[in-house]
């Protein structure tokens, strides 16, 4: 069983070898054109893979910045209280 990242390795692979077997087009425009539209592949497949890779230690980010939030809404909720800032 391959994991999310083998598997967008794999498809950035496939990606790239479909791209190399393109023709190669006449103008600058439609090469310019061709070369952003390949950067952008590139980058949302590497961003992809990235947002795959280590699940565990972004979840544990993600627990601490809840915990922190948390932690900071009772001092933050004492300090409207006692300002009245909460008061009709």
Not at 3 to 17: F, S
Not at 29 to 53: C, I, P, T, W
């Amino acid at each position: 069983m391959k994991t999310e990242a083998q598997v967008a390795r794999q498809q950035l692979h496939d990606w790239r070898e479909v791209q190399s077997h393109r023709r190669i087009p006449q103008t600058d425009e439609q090469f310019m054109s061709r070369l952003a539209e390949a950067n952008k592949g590139v980058l949302e497949l590497h961003f992809d893979y990235l947002n795959r890779s280590h699940p565990y230690i972004r979840l544990a980010a993600s627990i601490c910045y809840a915990v922190g939030f948390v932690g900071a809404l009772h001092p933050l909720s004492r300090c409207f209280r006692e300002s009245g800032a909460l008061d009709d």
